[in-house]
């Protein structure tokens, strides 16, 4: 049988087969990308306009006259702050209370559990603000109305679907033979709950945990209508600066500091959350 030459043999390659274009795909992309880039982009140069008046396509003048007088501003601070001790204090709260719930949803069988399981869901599946409608009308009665602990408890049922759905998920995906192995070498359960379950289970933790921490902070119709008039959220005074000073330049401005927040959160979440968390996590 003749042999081939080692030459012959390395020039034999698999034809090269050609992906057509999707350009429909790509098309969508770019729509997709415009429709949320170009409003923040707007905003953003807002923010730093003096003067923009139609039929301008770009602002006459730029400057910082609006962040001075925006950031002088005792109220701004007070916003600022009261947002951030509500969102830290409500995401401890959801944590302490959901991450056991959900560890109990996941590895527990006990009846009625998917019932109550989905019933987390029920309270995004209904128009939000005729729930915050009645909620209200109890916290009327409970005199929680226009105080921070009945911001922080509306708040806290908006995080339920982030705390719950997510972990849950993590825990069914942890490696059950790796706690197996840990108990039979004698490990307690706190040790392997410890040392098995919440490395495996973490990363996607931390992102339900920053996904409630932002969304608890950007979080509007609760703090307006169980808070006012004594709570203002930074959410609040920006609908406030807008609708009764008319200017758009205060309203930029303090979009912009809104947005400061979640791109430190995201920022974290790229160190904590590794690419395949969230599909570890919902492969269960």
Known sequence: MERLAPTTIATRRPPLVR????????????????????????????????????????????????????????????????????????????????????????????????????????????PKFGLLIAIAAIFLQLNLIGTFWGVVLIQLVGTLLFMIWIPVAAFQSVDRRMEEAARDVGAGPFRVFWSITLPQAGPTIAAAVLLSFVGTFYETEGAWLIGAPGIRTMPVLMISFINNQMVIQYGAVLSVMLWVPSFIALMFARRVIGGGAFARGFGG
């Open 19 to 126: 992906i057509p274009t999707d350009w429909t795909g790509i098309v969508f992309a770019v729509l997709l990308s415009a429709a949320v880039i170009v409003p923040l982009l707007v905003v953003g140069v807002w923010a730093f306009t003096e003067v923009w008046r139609y039929p301008n396509v770009i602002p006459q003048q730029f400057g910082l006259r609006f962040w001075n007088q925006t950031l002088t501003r005792a109220d701004v601070w007070a916003a600022l702050t009261l947002s951030l001790q509500l969102s830290t204090v409500v995401t401890l709260l959801s944590a302490a209370i959901c991450l056991p719930a959900a560890y109990a949803f996941a590895r527990l069988s006990f009846p009625g559990r998917n019932v109550l399981f989905f019933s987390f869901l029920a309270g995004h599946a209904f």
